[in-house]
Nanobody, 121 residues
Framework: QVQLVESGGGLVQPGGSLRLSCAAS????????AGWDRQAPGKQRELIAT???????NYADSMKARFTISRDNAKNTVYLQMNSLKPEDTAVYYC???????????????WGQGTQVTVSS
């Protein structure tokens, strides 16, 4: 079992920036596909970005201009840099790690508890 813990959320003014962190309890991101999703009140969860173990990144079209996913393998941490934030970015942001366990060959998909981001003046 792997625990993912998000941090870095909070209240920010429109136009501001935040960097979210997702720390894993063990070294998983070298092989897993890491992802960031978000869910706003009354809306469906939406994908923001993914980063594969080989470093390949993918973004939702509406997110790629302002959001950047990155990874620090030494810290077992994935980041989401968010710039030019808008009130409509207000949501709970979740990270996940998805892959195949190399020992059991079973698929896994771990999720963090989420971190609240509120964009408001």
């Amino acid at each position: 079992q792997v625990q993912l813990v998000e941090s870095g959320g909070g209240l920010v003014q429109p136009g501001g920036s935040l960097r979210l962190s997702c720390a894993a309890s063990r070294n998983i991101f070298r092989r897993a596909t890491a992802g960031w999703d978000r869910q706003a009140p009354g809306k469906q969860r939406e994908l923001i970005a993914t980063m594969h173990g080989n470093g390949t990144k993918n973004y939702a079209d509406s997110m790629k201009a302002r959001f950047t996913i990155s990874r620090d393998n030494a810290k077992n941490t994935v980041y989401l840099q968010m710039n030019s934030l808008k009130p409509e970015d207000t949501a709970v942001y979740y990270c996940n790690a998805e892959g195949i366990d190399v020992w059991t060959l079973k698929p896994y998909n771990y999720w963090g508890q989420g971190t609240q981001v509120t964009v408001s003046s």
